[in-house]
């Protein structure tokens, strides 16, 4: 089970910091994710971790995001800097094997004002 926290309405320009917390599974072998759907637009990498710590970011928040696992805690974060406008979605935790993911959170609204 992953649970998703931290979203919320932030001014353009704040950080936020989500969080998922995951149970039921062993969390450090795993490749975690976060993902992003905006209304009306398809659901989107946002960042990616591996088992060893490799992130990969999409190139819309590359220096602004950063992806982190604490392996003890079984607990998953996005820090999001500089956010925008275009950084409104809702955004969701996923657990996978490689590139697949295949367990899913229910997700956590981010809402940017400009």
């Known amino acids: 089970q992953l649970v998703e926290s931290g979203g919320g309405l932030a001014q353009a320009g704040a950080s936020l910091r989500l969080s998922c917390a995951a149970s039921?599974?062993?969390?450090?072998?795993?490749?975690m994710g976060w993902f992003r759907q905006a209304p009306g637009k398809e659901r989107g990498l946002v960042a990616r971790?591996?088992?060893?710590?490799?992130?990969s970011y999409a190139d819309s928040v590359k220096g602004r995001f950063t992806i982190s696992r604490d392996n003890a805690k079984t607990t998953l974060y996005l820090q999001m800097n500089r956010l925008q406008s275009e950084d409104t979605a809702v955004y969701l935790c996923?657990?996978?094997?490689?590139?697949?993911?295949?367990?899913w959170g229910r997700g956590t609204q981010v809402t940017v004002s400009s």
């Open positions: 039921g599974r062993t969390f450090s072998g795993h490749y």
């Open positions: 996923a657990a996978g094997e490689g590139s697949s993911f295949s367990s």
């Open positions: 971790i591996t088992p060893s710590g490799s992130t």
